[in-house]
C-alpha cells in the first residue's frame, strides 16, 4: 500500500531532520556537546575510587578528535538518511522491488545511527568510560531514548512490502 511507504518515508526524513539538527548545533555550537565528551572522557564526574578510572582520556587533542568523530558519524547518519527519504519518495509507486532496493540507504542510514547512538554513546560511553556514573555528564537517557526510536524505525522500515502500490499482490 502506498500509505504505508509514504509512512516509512515520513519516519526516515524525521530521523534525518534529527540528525541534520544535532549536526547543526555540534557544528555552530560547539561548547556545550565538546564539554560534555570531555567530561565523560575524563571520567571527572565518575564514583570516587572506581576501579575503571584509568581508562579516562584526558589530552584535549584526543578529546576534539573524539568529538569530530562522533559529530561525522551523525552526520554520515543524516546523510544516508536523507538519501533514503529522497529514493524512498522517488520509488513510492514503484514495484516492490525497486522500492526495497530504494529501502537499502534508509537501512544504512537508521544502522549507522544506531551504532552511533548504541555503539558509542551507550556502548563506549556508558559503559567504557562509566557515564552511567556521572549525575553531571550523564547522556544515557537521551541516548536510549534516540538508540530505540532509530531501532524501531529500522525494524519498520526494513519489513517487506506485501503488496504493490496499487494494492494489488502480485506474485
Known amino acids: 500500500m502506498l500509505a504505508i511507504r509514504l509512512s516509512k518515508v515520513a519516519l526516515v526524513a524525521a530521523l534525518a531532520l534529527t540528525c541534520t539538527l544535532v549536526v547543526y548545533g555540534n557544528i555552530v555550537e560547539p561548547a556545550v556537546n ?22 579516562a582520556i584526558t589530552d584535549p587533542a584526543l578529546q576534539r578528535a ?12 543524516a546523510l544516508l538518511l536523507w538519501t533514503g527519504a529522497a529514493l524512498m519518495i522517488a ?3 514503484a514495484p516492490r522491488g525497486d522500492f526495497a532496493r530504494a529501502k537499502a540507504w534508509a537501512i544504512a542510514g537508521l544502522s549507522v545511527g544506531f551504532l552511533v547512538w548504541q555503539g558509542g554513546f551507550l556502548g563506549v560511553g556508558g559503559e567504557w568510560f562509566g557515564m552511567w556514573m556521572s549525575a553531571t555528564w550523564n547522556g544515557q537517557q537521551s541516548a536510549f531514548r534516540f538508540a530505540m526510536t532509530v531501532l524501531g524505525v529500522l525494524i519498520y522500515v526494513a519489513l517487506p512490502e506485501t503488496e504493490d502500490p496499487d494494492g494489488i499482490r502480485r506474485v
Open 34 to 55: 565538546l564539554a560534555f565528551v570531555q567530561h565523560v572522557l575524563s571520567m571527572d564526574t565518575i564514583l570516587p575510587d572506581s576501579g575503571i578510572a584509568n581508562r
Open 66 to 77: 573524539a568529538f569530530t568523530l562522533i559529530v561525522v558519524a551523525e552526520a554520515v547518519t
Open 91 to 93: 520509488r513510492a509507486r
